[in-house]
Nanobody, 125 residues
Framework: QVQLVESGGGLVQPGGHLRLSCVAS????????VGWFRQAPGKEREGVSC????????YYTDSVKGRFTISRPNGRNTVYLEMEDLKPEDTAIYYC??????????????????WGQGTQVTVSS
């Protein structure tokens, strides 16, 4: 079965840390650009980060720069989103999505045909 599965969400205090995983089954994720998106209650889904397949270039939305890191270690068929110094405004359902090759226009969710089911991240004291 071809699918993307996210994991690693949870409840964390402000200033805390989480690592989200996006695992592909049934295909080689190395050939695909992978984006992380999030949707907070009452808000539209927004792009958080993207990593390309061609050269490993990474991209971040301004609000997470310096706090979040996207990576794709060789051979694991997994993309990680390392989140540090978490803030209450980071609370959302986080989704990973993939498409062929590059992160061009990566904040456009319509350009990503495959999506995972999401994982909840809650930042609260």
């Amino acid at each position: 079965q071809v699918q993307l599965v996210e994991s690693g969400g949870g409840l964390v205090q402000p200033g805390g840390h989480l690592r989200l995983s996006c695992v592909a089954s049934g295909y080689n994720l190395d050939y695909y650009a992978v984006g992380w998106f999030r949707q907070a209650p009452g808000k539209e889904r927004e792009g958080v980060s993207c990593i390309s397949s061609s050269d490993g270039s990474t991209y971040y939305t301004d609000s997470v720069k310096g706090r979040f890191t996207i990576s794709r270690p060789n051979g694991r068929n997994t993309v990680y989103l390392e989140m540090e110094d978490l803030k209450p405004e980071d609370t959302a359902i986080y989704y990973c999505a993939d498409r062929w090759s590059t992160c061009d226009d990566w904040t456009s969710e319509d350009s990503f045909p495959s999506w995972g089911q999401g994982t909840q991240v809650t930042v609260s004291s």
